[in-house]
């Protein structure tokens, strides 16, 4: 049996940084561990700070949510991600799943 370990944070060229996670341990479509599975969605985590484009995918179920940056944001859809990637001006290091993109732009077009 395969186990994912955790991916290194994600740090962008603006400086901006997040956890990206996928597994079956996370909020994640599919949840399976897998080093070449291409995820619709993925689980964010800890923002360095408040992004817009996550905002709608903060996790409920808290009488007090937590801060955008103490907040964890599960189903990320793949664009969205890629989307704020972009934003931020790429990656400069660290680790993310593969994003099956090619989804997005199939269910975009219908």
């Known amino acids: 049996m395969f186990l994912q370990p955790a991916r290194k944070r994600v740090v ?3 400086g901006f940084n997040v956890s990206i996670q996928a597994s079956e341990h ?7 561990d897998g080093a070449y599975t291409e995820y619709d969605d993925v689980e964010l ?7 817009p484009l996550i905002n709608e995918y903060i ?3 808290y009488d ?19 989307k ?3 934003k931020h001006g790429g990656i400069i290091e660290g ?4 994003l099956n ?5 199939q269910e975009e077009l219908i």
């Open 101 to 105: 993109l090619a989804k997005v732009v």
């Open 45 to 51: 985590g800890f923002p360095s700070e408040e992004e």
């Open 64 to 82: 007090e949510p937590d801060p955008p940056t103490e907040s964890v944001y599960p189903h990320v859809p793949a664009n969205v991600v890629k």
């Open 84 to 86: 704020m990637i972009d």
């Open 26 to 32: 996370h909020y994640c479509t599919p949840r399976i």
């Open 12 to 14: 962008c060229k603006d």
């Open 95 to 98: 680790e993310m799943p593969k």
């Open 59 to 61: 996790e409920d179920g």
